[in-house]
């Protein structure tokens, strides 16, 4: 199969096929049933998949980095921390994107790819982990959009009628909408453009009023809080934190909807996404911790002062763009529902329309009552960091390309690799323990459903 087959490609059938890898010299037939996909698919430019990958890390998340990772790690660690992510993850999504056309086929899912190389067990791992990742993504974006309606209540309202659940609940709701009314991936085309509006707008504000904060301020403590122990674990979680701010888990699934040449351009995409689309959340993070110190909040709005309307701008923004980052990270279950049931033609026929109410609405309800139920986002990600974001992002990378490009690579770079897996499997063992331990502790300070 030949990638003439799959350029340009639009819409696709949807029967099931067989996957299979190479062996050596002869293929070996997988048990692994592939479907194809009712979502476009190679019909994007290089630089629309870049704004997709820039808008995920400069998402309303970046607010939060300065209290969740440059708290715990102070300046040394957190600096140190923040740029060796930025090189380490371009690195990691450099490897996956060089062989998603591993085997002469196009692996537009990245269970597809874990399938065609290592079989049906890996397939099925691949998917639970991956959409255990995209799940709690999700429900941190309507935490925030919940978090940024409470905060832009709160600059006209000076009262306690309104709780933390209840913007989580009407955040849920816009999502629901937003996901009823745009049908797949590609179709953000002129929402990518609001959605950088969005970002620009709020990240522009902290920026700007943290900076003038920390030029007004007196000293403050950059001290690492907690006891030996506690330390131990936040910094922990603090790691994870950091590989969840560059990274999706689903490279394979953004690549899918790139032009010919799909390895060409998607490298493109990644180099604009870790340079010029990672300088504003490197910016805010250490301009928000220099203004604040150890008191930095998990989301920078609740410390920055200033004209009350220039706030609310910056959190309607947040909220906003937290709507359309949700459904880029929702888009491979809802690809997943809609080629299952057969969902194609007019995204508003009746049917099509119908469908999305149901079964995307049901999607996201859930979402929002586990937002909701325990609203500790920094907590929340933490485990994404650690269940997920570094498997999907540094583990499995290193192995599928140590395997896929095995002859060409010396016994130096196939023990680079293979250090590579072992340091970031102890990483995300470590990493899962302390988040756990976060929400344990947590869970035990608040009630459910806090208004914190």
Known sequence: MGEDKYRDEVAIISTPSRSQRYNDDHMVALEVEVPETLHQVGTDSWFQVGVVLSTG???AYALGYAGTIMVP????????????????????????????????????????????????????IVWASQYANLFLINIGFIILGGQALKAFYHLFRDDDHMKLAYFIAIAGLACVLFAIAVPTLSSLRIWLVI?????????????????????????RDYSIPGSKINRVFTTAGAAANIVFVFNTGMIPE?????????????????YFQFTLGAVP??????????????????????????????????????????????????????????????????AVAVRNLAFRTLVRGGYLVATTFLSALLPFLGDFMSLTGAISSIPLTFILPNHMYLIAMKKQLSSLQRSWHLLNVVL???????????????????????NAFADL
């Open 57 to 59: 890390i400069n998402s």
């Open 73 to 124: 790690l102070g300046w040394t660690g957190g600096v140190i921390g923040l740029v060796l992510s930025t090189v380490i993850s371009l690195y990691a999504s450099t490897l996956i994107a060089k062989i998603h056309e591993y085997g002469g086929k196009r692996h537009i899912r990245y269970r597809d790819l874990a399938g065609f190389m290592y079989g049906r067990t890996a397939y099925v």
């Open 195 to 219: 959605s950088s509006v969005f970002s620009l707008i709020y990240l522009t504000i902290a920026f700007a009023l943290a900076l003038k904060d920390g030029i007004n301020a007196p000293p």
């Open 254 to 270: 953004i690549q899918a909807t790139v032009r010919a040449p799909v390895v060409d351009n998607m490298l493109k995409a990644l």
């Open 281 to 346: 959340v490197h910016a805010v993070t250490y301009v928000g911790y220099w203004a604040y110190g150890s008191s930095s909040s998990s989301y920078l709005l609740n410390n920055v002062s200033g004209p009350v309307w220039v706030k609310a701008l910056a959190n309607i923004s947040a909220f906003l763009q937290a709507i359309i980052a949700l459904h880029i990270f929702a888009s491979p279950t809802y690809e997943f529902l809609d080629t299952k049931y057969g969902i194609k033609g007019s």
């Open 424 to 446: 970031f499997s102890v990483i995300s063992a470590a990493a899962l323990v302390a988040a756990f331990r976060l929400i344990a502790v947590d869970s035990k300070t608040y």
